[in-house]
């Protein structure tokens, strides 16, 4: 790791990707040629868009120079973008923080609630840090707002898992050897990801249902096709900020009671109720299974946060009560081509307003800056997280 020098050009990496099973890339060939007229330069791993089907000549071709040596990237950019958080590098035996320059940024994914010692890490070789998942959800930062582009493509994809698992088509057919009904499908959470999953269950002919205890989102639920279910609510249950906030177990009972009642006739369930920082809360209990038909799907987006399903693996497919369950892990990861794409969006936007011309500098006084800023200066600057990390 080396310190900038002074009048050094603003230079961007991209690097590879190395967390098991990621297949996205930060930036694709597309969003290089703006970035080139505007003066900065960009660096970028030879290999690295392969997975997302972008070859190292298109990124020639678009602009970049392609640097073969992963620490020679690290040594030459100003400003790293990524997707998922630094880890230890398999090939350089180095942590990717420390290949990164004393006094640069890193824009990524950074996961600090489960990754508190990289961002120790970050703050100890005085990089400025820059979580894209705390962007704050103001209407200015929309275009940067990564939670929501990924939400989208999981919900998507969600429901592929489950009509691919289920031994039961999800349309309405009327052939000359019968009639088969409609799958029943429940969908828990009308977030991005639970309307994705509404909106792509009712297009494969789905009966759908959805569960949500913000009465606010029923108009939206409905405007897809689907069923609302309603329930008494006796509690605030939705952040300033936009996100679910954490229930009371009273609450939750009463929930579970709801969507108990609707297991029994249910084919699959995409869940993907889950609170910002916080253990995502259990919805379907081990008892519940039971009472779901054999060879029902549970798809689990909350997997990563605990899951809504007691019993849920993170990462695995599991059977339990007759019920299939999948712990859906960066599902996003599985549509390589469209989740970089949404996601290159994002992070140049987000760059973009940092760094609004090469020799400009971030205004750390800006909403934005100042909600996504995780260590500057040697220090954790965010303090939710840095009281979080602290009581560990």
Not at 150 to 171: D, E, I, R, S
Not at 194 to 207: D, E, N, S, V, Y
Request: net charge positive.
């Amino acid at each position: 790791m080396r310190s900038d020098s002074k009048g050094d050009a603003l230079k961007i990496g991209i690097p590879k990707e190395i967390s098991d099973g990621e297949t996205r890339v930060a930036v694709v060939p597309a969003m290089i040629p703006p970035l080139i007229k505007s003066q900065y330069q960009v660096l970028f791993e030879a290999g690295a868009g392969t997975a997302a089907s972008h070859s190292d000549k298109q990124y020639e071709q678009a602009g970049a120079a392609v640097v073969k040596d992963v620490r020679q990237l690290y040594e030459s950019a100003n400003v790293i973008l990524k997707v998922q958080p630094p880890r230890m590098h398999p090939a350089s035996r180095v942590h990717e923080v420390e290949m990164l320059r004393s006094g640069s940024t890193l824009i990524s994914l950074l996961a600090p609630w489960t990754n508190a010692g990289t961002i120790h890490k970050l703050a100890k070789c005085g990089v400025t840090a820059f979580a894209m998942e705390y962007i704050p959800r103001i209407t200015r930062a929309q275009s940067m707002d990564v939670l929501s582009s990924m939400a989208t493509v999981a919900g998507y994809k969600a429901v592929l898992l489950a009509a691919n698992t289920m031994g039961k088509m999800f349309p309405l057919l009327m052939t000359a050897a019968g009639t088969v009904p409609p799958a029943n499908v429940l969908v828990l959470g009308a977030g991005v990801a639970g309307l994705q999953a509404i909106a792509t269950a009712k297009r494969l002919g789905a009966k759908v249902e959805a569960f949500d205890p913000r009465p606010a989102v029923k108009e939206q639920v409905k405007s897809l096709g689907a069923s609302f279910v309603d329930m008494e609510i006796t509690e605030n249950v939705e952040t300033a900020g936009g996100y679910a906030k954490e229930q009371s177990e009273e609450f939750l009972r009463k929930e579970r009671e709801v969507i108990g009642a609707r297991l029994a006739k249910t084919h699959a369930v995409i869940c993907t109720a889950q609170v910002f920082g916080k253990r995502a809360p259990i919805l379907i209990t081990a008892e519940m299974l039971k009472l779901m038909q054999p060879g029902s799907v549970i798809v689990d987006l909350a997997a990563e946060q605990g899951g809504n399903c007691e019993g849920v693996e993170p990462g695995k497919t599991v059977e339990k009560s007759g019920v299939t369950i999948i712990g859906a892990v960066n599902i996003a990861a599985t549509v390589a081509v469209d989740a970089s794409q949404m996601y290159s969006r994002n992070i140049i936007n987000l760059f973009r307003h940092l760094y609004p011309k090469p020799d400009a500098v971030p205004d750390f006084a800006d909403e934005i800056v100042k909600g996504a800023c995780v260590t500057r200066n040697g220090e954790i600057v965010n303090e939710a997280i840095r009281k979080a990390l602290n009581e560990k």
